[in-house]
Structure formats: structure tokens, C-alpha cells
């Protein structure tokens, strides 16, 4: 089974979001999980791959080439896909992958976010889709969401497409639901 990662080619200040990285990258390593995401061998992107390999851990990246320098892409990798543009690289990291987690992250993160959960919405897949909200980094995020179905702008059934939680062990319960592992 693969699950899908999107998070930051940038570090994070919250050092909980390396100690997370270590105890997802070992639920993995356990479940004979492979890691699927953008790339880059920096930041928080770098941190997952780094860590699941170093547990023998299969990695796949999925790069444009406008970004194999300015995310330095990873050399050590199970392999390395590099395609020609964002929609291409969202487009293969979907299709390869069993499940989607969000970590923390920026504008890249959210949008990758938001159009699987679109896909899902649309009934494109069926995939479940989860944040890792570590120290409640989406609470805003989660909050604005919450707003716009009591707006009328999102139905209730569409945000429960959505789960979240802060910890580790009640995500991968999700993820997992008897499927993955």
C-alpha cells in the first residue's frame, strides 16, 4: 500500500513536527507502507524520506523539473519520477497512492489539499484523506472550513470528507481502517 504525503519543502519551526515525522515514518516502516510525495530532499519533505529509508522504507518522489533544483531533488530515493509541471506531479502522485495525509506546510500543501479533497467531493476517488494536525497548526484552517458550512457553503457531508486530529495513533485508525496494514 502507498499513502500520499503533502507537506513543506521547508523546515518548521515546531520541532513536534520532526518527532511526528519519526513515529509516522515507523508506523510505516511497520506496515510495509510506501511513502509517495513531492520530491525534494529538503525540509519537511526531505525529513519523511530521509527517515522511512533509513528504516528500509520504500520511497517514491513525484518532481516537475522547474523544481528539481529549487527543491533539491532527492538523489537516494526507491525512485524519482520527474514530470513536466505541477498538474502532472498532482495528477501521478494521486494516482499512485492509497490514502492521503497532510503534514504541515504552505501554499503548495493547501492546494494539493484542497484538490484532492475537491476530487473526492466530485466522486473522482474514493481515497480517505487526513491532516495531521500537529499542535494545531490547520485549527484555522479547520475553523474557516467549519464557517463555510454554517455558511450554507459547504454541506456537512462534504466536511466529514475530511478528518483531522492531533495524534498519530487515532490518524493512522483512520488511514488504516482495517485496509492498509
Same mark, same amino acid.
Given at each position: 500500500?502507498?499513502?500520499?504525503?503533502?507537506?513543506?519543502?521547508s523546515e518548521s519551526r515546531d520541532s513536534?513536527?520532526?518527532?511526528?515525522? *519519526? *513515529?509516522?515514518?515507523?508506523?510505516?516502516?511497520?506496515?510495509?507502507?510506501?511513502?509517495? %510525495?513531492?520530491?525534494?530532499? =529538503?525540509?519537511?519533505?526531505?525529513? +519523511?524520506?530521509?527517515?522511512?529509508? &533509513?528504516?528500509?522504507? *520504500?520511497?517514491?518522489?513525484?518532481?516537475?523539473?522547474? +523544481?528539481?533544483? /529549487? $527543491?533539491?531533488? #532527492?538523489?537516494?530515493?526507491? $525512485?524519482?519520477?520527474?514530470?513536466?509541471?505541477? #498538474?502532472?506531479?498532482?495528477?501521478?502522485? %494521486?494516482?499512485? &497512492? @492509497?490514502?492521503?495525509?497532510?503534514?504541515?506546510?504552505?501554499?503548495?500543501?493547501? @492546494? $494539493?489539499?484542497?484538490? =484532492? +479533497?475537491?476530487?473526492?467531493?466530485?466522486?473522482?476517488?474514493? /481515497?480517505? =484523506?487526513?491532516?495531521?494536525?500537529?499542535?494545531? %497548526?490547520?485549527? #484555522?484552517?479547520? *475553523?474557516? =472550513? @467549519? #464557517?463555510?458550512?454554517?455558511?450554507?457553503?459547504?454541506?456537512?457531508?462534504?466536511?466529514?470528507?475530511? %478528518?483531522? &486530529?492531533?495524534?498519530?495513533?487515532?490518524?493512522?485508525?483512520? +488511514? &488504516? @481502517?482495517?485496509?492498509?496494514?
Amino acid at each position: 500500500m502507498k499513502i500520499c504525503i503533502f507537506c513543506g519543502a521547508s523546515e518548521s519551526r515546531d520541532s513536534q513536527v520532526n518527532t511526528d515525522v *519519526k *513515529k509516522v515514518m515507523q508506523t510505516f516502516s511497520k506496515h510495509n507502507i510506501e511513502l509517495v %510525495y513531492g520530491g525534494a530532499a =529538503i525540509g519537511v519533505m526531505g525529513n +519523511l524520506a530521509n527517515e522511512l529509508m &533509513s528504516l528500509g522504507g *520504500k520511497v517514491t518522489g513525484v518532481i516537475p523539473l522547474q +523544481l528539481m533544483k /529549487k $527543491e533539491v531533488a #532527492h538523489a537516494g530515493l526507491t $525512485e524519482l519520477l520527474v514530470v513536466k509541471d505541477m #498538474h502532472e506531479r498532482k495528477q501521478m502522485m %494521486y494516482g499512485l &497512492s @492509497d490514502a492521503f495525509l497532510i503534514f504541515p506546510g504552505g501554499m503548495g500543501t493547501l @492546494d $494539493e489539499l484542497f484538490e =484532492i +479533497l475537491t476530487w473526492r467531493q466530485l466522486g473522482i476517488h474514493n /481515497k480517505p =484523506i487526513a491532516i495531521m494536525n500537529i499542535n494545531g %497548526y490547520f485549527d #484555522h484552517l479547520l *475553523k474557516f =472550513i @467549519d #464557517h463555510a458550512v454554517d455558511n450554507g457553503l459547504i454541506s456537512p457531508a462534504h466536511r466529514a470528507l475530511l %478528518y483531522s &486530529s492531533r495524534d498519530w495513533d487515532e490518524v493512522w485508525n483512520f +488511514l &488504516s @481502517d482495517g485496509k492498509l496494514s
